[in-house]
């Protein structure tokens, strides 16, 4: 599934002769102006008109000039995403959802349909600069439907941020150090509560698998941790993991916390392509914040 994707991707990247240079010739009106707005309603806008009203000219407004690129089948800069919207078929729709913004860092969960057979789910990672997107990362996975789950949970949508003074980022990032790096199955235990709602598709509800998982983590397994954000009861902290698989993967991990426990779980992982590989060059992974 993931070679049609990225395989999409590079065909629509290629397949259409529409240039950068042609926009800002002037061939298509960039006369909107943009406002001043906070780095989540800037990513929730420059989404709604580049993916749903496939407003090129939004790149323009929204996209800084020297645009960074982890996304392994895009290059760096604008020009590679022009072709990109033209070619979306016209079965194609975006859903954005669960957005959280700290810092510079801006992550959106979101549906989107028509890029292959299946949905797919997408956490889109964006650094914003100078009130622009001035880099990306992105980790997808094909979307598994309620019904074919082992939990019979969606993986999608998730609900906004509640009210919670917690700092619940660090509590997040202290999980997932005593979990897949010490590797301590007695630390991990005070961040549970007394029941686990699970929506990765292939785990099941309850706390029973998770105390299985963390007493036998591979002696070879490795976390690395990278940007966390959070707003409220909701945290997403992007990661490579190494050894829990045949091939390394990147992951999007999102928490819900009640309580000052984690109570809820979704996922969106997806296999790494090594830095060397990538077309810009850039590595999928992002640096800890």
Known sequence: MKKIVLGTLIALSFGLSSTYAQQKSGKINQSKKVKKMDNKTLVQTAMNELFVKRDVTALDRYWADGYIQHNPTIADGKEDLIPMIKGLPANFKYESGLVIANDNYVMIHGRYTG???????????????????????????????????????????????KADKNDNRKLVQDYLNDLFIKKDAKLTEKYWGTDMIQHNPTMPNGLDVLRGFASNIPQGFKYVPGIAVADGDKVMIHGYYEGWGPKPLVAVDIFRIENGKVVEHWDVMQEFVPDNQTKSGHSMQTIKK
């Open 115 to 161: 890029l292959a057979p299946e949905p797919l789910i997408i956490v889109d990672i964006f650094r914003v600069e100078n009130g622009k997107l001035k880099e990306h990362w992105d980790v997808m996975q094909t979307e598994v439907k309620a019904e074919k789950a082992v939990n019979g949970n969606t993986m999608f949508p998730i609900s906004q941020p």
